[in-house]
Every structure is written in C-alpha cells, then in structure tokens.
C-alpha cells in the first residue's frame, strides 16, 4: 500500500499520463506539488513560463502540434485567472489541455480569502470539464477523468482546481485503470446509413467540393482524406484550421475559404453542387452570409460534435462521428466516380483567372517576405502565428502539406498568442523548424516569453513583422470607418532587434526588400533562437476579402 | 425574421453533483434561451432531475439539446411532449385579510376563488392568509389574476414539473 500527499498523487498521476513536459508557475498554494516535483518529478521537463497566460498558450501550442494534451499548473487566485485566456482560445480551436490550478485551503472556499478566485465558476463556459477536488480520495479519479475528457470526442480543455488542504492530506494511491461515464459517450462510429447515403450523393454529384476543417488533423485522418481525394477526383477548399491534408495532384487544392480565402475557392464554395464538410463548425468568419452560402449545394458534415451539426448552416446529410472511422468507412465503401473533369478545368480556369497579387515597392511587402519565406524555410516547418494580418497572409502563402505545422488562434483570435505557442511547438517538435510570424501588436503582448526561449535553450525563429499599426483594425478602419484611425497607431515601437538581444535572443532588423532574404537565410541556418525585426510596408491590406456578414459571393480585391 | 417563441419544457437527468445545476442554468441563458421556470430535485440514487421551461423555436430547441449533452454530467435530455404530458405547479399566495381593507373583494369572494381552483386555505390568521393552488402555469396565472394586486402580500411558485405519460417515458 503506497500512502501519497495529494501533491505527490497529482505528480504521480502525471507520470501515469506519460506527461513530459509541464508548463508550471509556483505560488503560495501550490508549493506542495513543487516541493514533490523537485523531489519526485524526474521525467517531467518543467517550462517555467514569465507569465501563466503564455504558460497556457505553449500547453495548447504543444498540443495542437503533437496531439498529446498540454498540461499546466498554476498557483489560486491571479494564477488561476491568468490561464483564463490561453484556456478560451484552446476550447474554441478543441485543443486538448489538463489546467491544474491550486486553491485555498477548503474551509477557506468562499470566504474571500487571500489569492483565492473561483476559477471553476469563471472557467465554466471555456472548458469541457472542470472540478474542484474537495477531499484527497478524489483527486486521482478527477484527474483521470480530466486526461480521459480532454483528449476524448471533441478535445477541449479541462480544469481540476485543488485546495490546499487536499495537496496536504495523505490517502492511498491508486490511478484507476479506465474511466467509464454512463453519461459521457462521444459517438465515433459514424451512422452506416447516413454514410451510404452521403456516398450516393457523391457519386452522383457533378462539381462535389470538400471543405477541409480542423477537425481532419485533430482525429488524425488528413491521409485518409487525401486518399479519398485522390480516388474520386474531388477538390479541396481549406478552412484557417483546416490546413495539412496533402492530395497527389496539387491542382485538387483549390485554395481557402471565408473572409480573406482566395477568391476561386470561395467561388467553388458558392458554385458547387455538393458540400461535404469535414470536422468544420462552420464559423461566421467562414461562411459570412449563411442564407446565400454555398446556394446550390446539398451539404454533407461529418463531425464527432453533435452539436455542431446544422447549428449554423442546414445540412441534408449529418454523420455524427470520429472522422477517421467515417473517411475509413467512406473509403470502404466502393462507389462510381463522379465525372468531374469539367469542374475541375472550370476551377483551374478561375484559378489563372484570380491569383494572390501584390504590388512591389521599395519597402518590404509582407506577402513578398512570406513568399522569400516559403521558399527558403524547410518544407516541413511548423508556421506558428499570431492574430491579425500577417495571419492572413500565413493562411494564403505557405503551402502546408502536412498535418499540425500551422499553429494558429482561429476561433478565438488571441493577439499575444503567437511567442508562446512557438515555445509549445517546438517543446513538442524539437527536430522541426518553428518559425512564430508575429504582428508588432502581438508580439508585445507576450514579449517576455523570449526569456523562457532563451532559459530553456530553444530554437524558435521569430519574425516580427512591424507595419507600426495595428493592422487588421487598421484595414478595417481604412475600409468601413473612413480611414479614421484610431486606437491603431504603434508608431515608436522600440528597436525589437536590440530588445531581443538584451533577452539574450540573437537579432536583426530588416528594413530593406534586398535584405529579406540574406537575412531569412541566417535566420534558416541558425542552430539557436532567433528573431527578425522586418520593417514592412504600413498600409498594406489583406485582399481577398469578404466584409463581415457578407456574402462569399461578394469577395473584394482590393 | 420574426420568430415564433413557444414554451417548452425540457426535462434534464443529472448526476447528482456539487455545480451541476449551474452548469446547467448557466448553459441556457448564455445561449441566449429565456428560461420561463426551473425546478429540480433528486430522483433516485445519485441522479436529479432538473426540468426547465424555455422559450425558442424548433431549431434553437433542438440545438439546447445537443448543447446540454455536451456538460459531462447531463445523462438524459428529453423535451416534453405538450400534447401527452402531465404538468403541475404549485403556487403559495399569502394574502392580506380583506376584511377592513379598501378592496372591493371580501374574504369570502377570495375563499371562493380558492374552492373554485381546487386549492387549500393552508394558513389562516386574523392579519390574513396563505393559499395553496396547484395545476399548470396558465390555471395558477389566473388565479392570480383575479386576486387583487392590493392584497397580495408574496406570492412562492416551485416551477413546474412536468413528465411524459405512458408509453413515450422519460427514462
């Protein structure tokens, strides 16, 4: 019989996870499980963050880029609520994550006391799940269940708040082998029926169009969904999250959806006459009108939330569940191969017709570095962002031809995520390349997170493109506000180069277009961290867009 | 677009556990439901019952559903059928003695209404009373109704309860 404290029980639990990296921060209450931690936590890397929010975004980053959930631990009180943002943005994009969040003492709970915060309730509608552990024979269960839910059906975040008092009392250690829920039973078999029907629809279907969400890298199918790609001919549009799925022929990729897609792939959405959604939840930023959205088309969505079906657009044929199974099925299932040569040359017309263009200028455009970008950083480099335009231009520039290498906040769109979540996928990656793309104004959300980059020896590439502005509102305000700019200015940003120096990051500003690529070279062929500060062109807009609520029929370029 | 906002009641299995509720409460209004009534109690073992009644349309009906499965706790959400279901609420009216009072209605009148109702006088002092009244939401409003406003002291409803009758079972 082996008698644990509780904090012992919350490492060993960890270690019984094969949890091996911990992005903690230490505080009053939680002293406990890092005294256990420096006593018993060999096996467990522990990433100190600067500051609980970055902490939070690196767990989701490690997450979305391996799969594995992201595990955090922080101190009660503003601990606690500093994760609040990084959980938001991992709920909205079903990003797996175990928070584990110290409390005051039990006979403290409610009474205002020091440090102490009610994240349960704050957290209530950002997480899966969350439980606060109010005797020690509990924790273990709590913590299996949280691991069990978080990585389970539609992955989410999971909070487990523990007071003091249960760190402190001592009971016997079991982790339970299993987690069973008579009232939690994800559907991942898809419904035989629907799937043969959905089948029929695609057989007959003249211009069939697939519509590649996130949910194709979370259930791990981008091969299958590839391969059913190459079997029936179907073309392909990419939501923001949906990137990674890898057809044969290039040519089935016809480009991205929504607010800033190309302009041939949202006209394949509004021109086709079957939609097959896959693991989409059809976001506003996504289908902007719904009544004149993808008009002609019958729709099939393939989803393992329930919830998600038909809640924006109607669908004639929903199949609840686990997108791997169901492609399996799918692809099982032999059925004749639609005739879609013609769409396909009509599609590769419009795609000649409507190419991304710039215009090039004696300052840096960021398209054009993006593109130097893309051809000088490897091919199996993971893109990570922050939120704004330079995360329009990544969604449009960069080929990804594999499964989580764009790591992005697409529901939630948390400025200040982009340093961090660079630190998580490389944490995750260690033999990738991560490159973090950043705005000036994100970038100085989370900056101190270059300290944990240097501390924990981390190549991470950082390229900071500084327009001075905040851009994407700024493109807004240019475009729906009369060019009244306001909030929007960040002129006198500091020298970020020397910035990153003093943090101990190796650094260089870029100011000139015939510097872009010396410079990305270096950058490519450093074995150390490394951040550029690129002076880039101060107005440029994101074209192609849909204004928001508009119809994708009604797509501006410029 | 205008949109037709009915009434439905929505009958919600829960284990038994400490915020379940709130989990639940919370849910519908941040969805944007206008939640009419809400009742629960424990049923059997370590299950409660919570039954609601919302108003939405058929689509924003089916979509709470799918968003209550969605709490780990909820085990069973079944909306309850208006055409084949029993349904009660019960209301305590404390009201003033109308004898002395300015208002046109007596005590007698007020005994009536009760009978009338099928109510209990359940509280009876010289200050004044406390009725019993039970039944759906219309009957117990109209009951109110004919109460005059000036002697209704406080009035404590339970929400209602309402189940699906044989053969189409909650459970």
Known sequence: ?558 | MTRNLAEHTISILVYNKPGVLSKVMSLITRRGFNMESVSAEKTTGDKTRIIVAVRADEQSLEQIQKQLYKIVDVLKVTPIDPEHRIIKELAFVKVKNASGSTSRTGNMELFQLVAVFGGEIVNATPSGFVFQVTGSRDKINSFLSLIPENLIVEIARTGIVAINKWPSTVE
């Open chain 1, 1 to 558: 019989m082996t008698v644990y404290n509780g904090a012992r029980i919350v490492i060993e639990c960890l270690k019984k996870e094969n949890v091996d990296t911990l992005f903690c921060y230490p505080g009053g209450v939680v002293i406990p499980i890092f005294d256990e931690l420096y006593q018993h936590g060999e096996g467990i890397r522990m990433v100190q963050p600067r500051h609980e929010q970055g902490g939070t975004h690196a767990a989701d980053a490690y997450a979305r880029s391996t799969g594995k959930p992201g595990v955090v631990l922080v101190t009660s009180g503003p601990g606690a609520t500093n994760t609040v943002t990084g959980i938001a943005t991992a709920y909205i994009d079903s990003s797996p994550m175990v928070v584990i969040t110290g409390q005051v003492s039990t006979r403290y709970v409610g009474t205002d006391a020091f440090q102490e915060a009610d994240i349960t309730g704050i957290t209530m509608p950002i997480t899966k799940e969350n439980i606060l552990v109010r005797e020690v024979e509990d924790l273990a269960p709590a913590i299996k269940r949280a691991f069990h839910i978080a990585v389970s059906g539609r992955p989410g975040p999971v909070l487990v708040d523990v007071p003091k008092d249960v760190l402190l009392a001592e009971t016997e250690f079991t982790y339970p082998e299993e987690f069973s829920l008579e009232s939690y039973k994800p559907t991942y078999k898809g419904h035989p029926k629907q799937i043969s029907r959905a089948m029929d629809l695609i057989a007959e279907a003249k211009r069939p169009l697939i519509l590649a969400g996130g949910g194709i890298q979370i259930s791990g199918s981008t091969d299958l969904v590839a391969r059913f790609i190459d079997r029936y001919a179907i073309p392909v549009v990419y939501t923001l999250m949906g990137h990674g799925v890898r057809p044969s022929d290039p040519a089935m990729s016809v480009g991205n959806i929504g607010m800033h897609g190309t302009v041939f792939g949202n006209w394949a959405v509004q021109n086709c006459d079957l939609l097959i959604a896959l693991g989409t939840r059809f976001s506003d930023r996504i289908i902007g009108d719904t009544v004149s959205f993808a008009p002609k088309a019958k729709k099939i969505q393939v989803d393992v939330d329930p919830a998600e079906i038909g809640k924006s657009v109607e669908v004639d044929v929903p199949i609840v569940g686990d997108l791997r199974n169901v492609m399996a099925k799918m692809l099982e299932m032999k059925r004749k191969k639609p005739d879609t040569a013609p769409w396909l040359s009509e599609l590769q017309k419009k795609r000649a017709e409507f190419p991304l263009t710039y215009s090039q200028g004696d300052d840096i455009k960021p398209q054009f570095l993006l593109e130097k970008a893309r051809d000088i950083l490897p091919r199996d480099l993971i893109v990570v962002t922050d939120v704004g335009q330079h995360q329009m231009w990544c969604h449009q520039y960069f080929d990804y031809t594999l499964p989580r290498s764009f790591i992005t906040s697409g529901g939630l769109g948390t400025m200040g995520y982009g340093v961090p979540a660079g630190i998580g996928a490389k944490l995750g990656n260690p033999d990738r390349e991560v490159v973090v793309f950043c705005g000036d104004g994100g970038f100085q959300m989370t900056l101190q997170e270059l300290i944990t980059i240097r501390r924990e020896k981390l190549a991470v590439k950082i390229v900071v493109l500084d327009n001075s502005f905040l851009g994407m509102v700024r493109q807004w305000q240019d475009l729906f506000h009369g060019k009244r700019y306001s909030g929007v200015d960040l002129g006198g940003n500091p020298d970020f180069a020397a910035l990153a120096q003093a943090l101990g990051i190796r650094a260089r500003r870029v100011e000139k277009p015939d510097d872009v690529e010396p410079a990305l070279r270096e950058m490519a062929a450093s074995k150390e961290a490394m951040l550029l500060h690129v002076i880039i062109s101060k107005e440029e807009n994101v074209w192609p867009m849909v204004a928001a609520g508009s119809s994708l029929n009604d797509v501006r370029t410029s």
